[in-house]
């Protein structure tokens, strides 16, 4: 009888096991990127097909550059709120002198960029919010991980409360948008359902992270991918999953800062709501506050569903054409197509200040110092991407 060594495979082949697994993960992630990119360009090409487009143009005119350009404050607005909130997530229990305010709006401005801009940006942008974090903000890598996941937890609670503003406001509007729609009447108990999804995704996130017993789990897990290449990458980062879930613990002892930036991050929502009444009604649409908010808050579900799209590009655009019409606004489908050129062309600008402030930030500031906490770690290894 022979009696064999081993029954594993040896270590090269593990190794050559994980690369092909990398590689089929990118072409993966490639190819859907690239379907974002076809879905877009479908959807706005259905949205804007049917327009009268010299109405269009004759809509766009009447308003005024002046008028346009202030159609940008909001989203400033909404801007100062999500900085204010990460500052306060971020600072809370900072080794060390705190960044100031600016490093983080020039952050916010710059992701947020990267998030509207490329296919599924979200998980782009917090890559990016990990990486200046540390150089603009000095916040240590362990804390910055911490914080991440924190943030999106409130992001959630904040977007479920917002789901709850609207829906106190606007259920008899979703109710007589349901049939044209969905050609059946519910869509109001649709949106409920997700507003408790929401509610329960945050509060579950936030209650696994500030046990502080996440980064350990995640640790252990990791401990035993094959390779040994791997495994001591691992092992020799076994200080920051330990100071990650210090961080994550003592930020949930931080309840007054948690709160504010929760507070922040409905603002935030509210903000963009704002947003789109303004620019209805600069195109002199009659529509109240209670109707936008009715179907902003679907269409904000909508494009965190299409997250391979490029800020919802062509998704949330038909969708907007589409409640105009479901709501009986005259001339729906050329108001509808005004509405989104303007609002892209906003979002153009916001863009192209945040990709200016991210490359001329990198020259005008200095890095931060960090704190003393040891150790980097990705914010893939623990934080769900957005």
Known sequence: ????????????????????ARE???????????????VAAAAMWSTLRGADFPGVAALI???????????????????????????????AGAPGRPAPFTRYLSLTLATEALNMSVPAGAALSESVTF????????????????????????????????????????????ERASIPLLGAPGLPWLVVLSGLGLLAAALALAGALFSGTVASRVFAQ???LPGRRVRGYVEARAAAFA?????AAALGERRGALAAAALLLVGMWLAEGLETLFILRLLGVDVSLAEVLSFEVVLALLRAAAFMVPAGLGVQDAGYVAFLGALGVPGAMTVGAAFVLVKRAKEIVWIALGLLVFFGGRAVFRPAPEGPEPGRLSPRASVPSR
């Open 24 to 38: 089929r993960s990118r072409a993966g992630a490639v190819a859907l990127k690239w379907l974002g990119v076809a």
């Open 131 to 174: 990486y200046l974090l540390q150089r603009w903000c000095g916040v240590p890598g362990p804390q910055g991980v911490a914080g991440i996941a924190a943030r999106r937890s409130l992001i959630l609670l904040a977007n479920a409360v917002y789901v709850a503003i609207a829906l106190a406001l606007g259920f008899g509007h979703l």
């Open 243 to 247: 100071a990650t879930d210090r961080h």
């Open 61 to 91: 005119a009447s308003v005024g550059a002046p008028m346009m350009a202030l159609a940008l404050l909001p989203n400033l607005v909404a801007r100062l709120f999500q900085a204010e909130a990460s500052r306060r997530i971020f600072d």
């Open 1 to 20: 009888m022979t009696v064999l060594a081993s029954d594993k495979p040896p270590s090269g082949a593990n190794e050559r096991s994980g690369a092909g």
């Open 222 to 224: 990791l401990r035993r």
